[in-house]
């Protein structure tokens, strides 16, 4: 079984900055892709920034500039580095990670998801 926690959400005035982190714990072997994503209230949950095992990563429009995704492999963690924060990137953030896994000769994926940490940007 995995767990993914999160922590680092809060409330902050417009402008500021944040640092969400996000660790993997359990029976890990290894991990691929690891994300965030954030859902506001009566909205769609969305990817906000996500990094490959590699170290590669991808973000969304809306936090492009304003947002550093980075891992710590050994740790199974990731973190998220917010800055000029605004009210619209108020939401519920949550982690994903993705495992690889092996039936025979097929390979498939499988996610887990934390259980969300709350920003709140005031104006």
């Known amino acids: 079984q995995v767990q993914l926690v999160e922590s680092g959400g809060g409330l902050v005035q417009a402008g500021g900055s944040l640092i969400l982190s996000c660790a993997a714990a359990g029976n890990i072997r290894s991990i691929n892709a690891m994300g965030w994503y954030r859902q506001a209230p009566g909205k769609q949950r969305e990817l906000v920034a996500d990094?490959?095992?590699?170290?590669?990563?991808n973000y969304s429009d809306s936090v492009k500039g304003r947002c550093t995704i980075s891992r710590d492999n050994a740790k199974n963690t990731i973190y998220l580095h917010m800055s000029s924060l605004k009210p619209e990137d108020t939401a519920v953030y949550y982690c994903r990670a993705d495992f690889p896994a092996q039936i025979g000769a097929t390979k498939y994926e499988y996610d887990y998801w934390g259980q969300g940490t709350q920003v709140t940007v005031t104006s």
């Open positions: 990094i490959t095992s590699g170290g590669s990563a």
